[in-house]
Nanobody, 126 residues
Framework: VQLQASGGGLVQAGGSLTLSCAGS?????MAWFRQAPGGEREFVAA??????????EESVEGRFSISREKVNGENMVYLQLNNLKPDDTAIYYC?????????????????????WGPGTQVTVSS
């Protein structure tokens, strides 16, 4: 499975972007992570197959929104980024897995995802 993310770009603080990621029929659990310059890759948001539950990292809750749809039987996941801040500047990565993990808050953990996209740059100017 190869994930393809798109939609990044340069935006002023307070602006919006929509990121998209094409998955496959097998990628029922999908998420976004991000990595700022010099930082570690961190969880942003996830949407889980079971009732399409959504989860967010605290700093983006209320500003970002994750959603998905089936396009020709394949999963597409979107991340709507609103009210962007300079601290949101990072490379955003789409991640997916066919099976939900067993650990508590598994969806926040990098090693729970089998598939990763190459990332898309989001830059927010002040």
């Amino acid at each position: 499975v190869q994930l393809q993310a798109s939609g990044g770009g340069l935006v002023q603080a307070g602006g919006s972007l929509t990121l998209s990621c094409a998955g496959s029929r097998r990628t029922d659990n999908m998420a976004w992570f991000r990595q700022a310059p010099g930082g570690e890759r961190e969880f942003v948001a996830a949407i889980i197959r079971d009732r399409d539950l959504t989860y967010y990292e605290e700093s983006v809750e209320g500003r970002f929104s994750i959603s998905r749809e089936k396009v020709n039987g394949e999963n597409m996941v979107y991340l709507q980024l609103n009210n962007l801040k300079p601290d949101d500047t990072a490379i955003y990565y789409c991640a997916a897995t066919a099976y939900a993990g067993l650990r508590r808050n598994w969806y926040r953990q990098l090693d729970q995802y089998a598939y990763w996209g190459p990332g898309t740059q989001v830059t927010v100017s002040s």
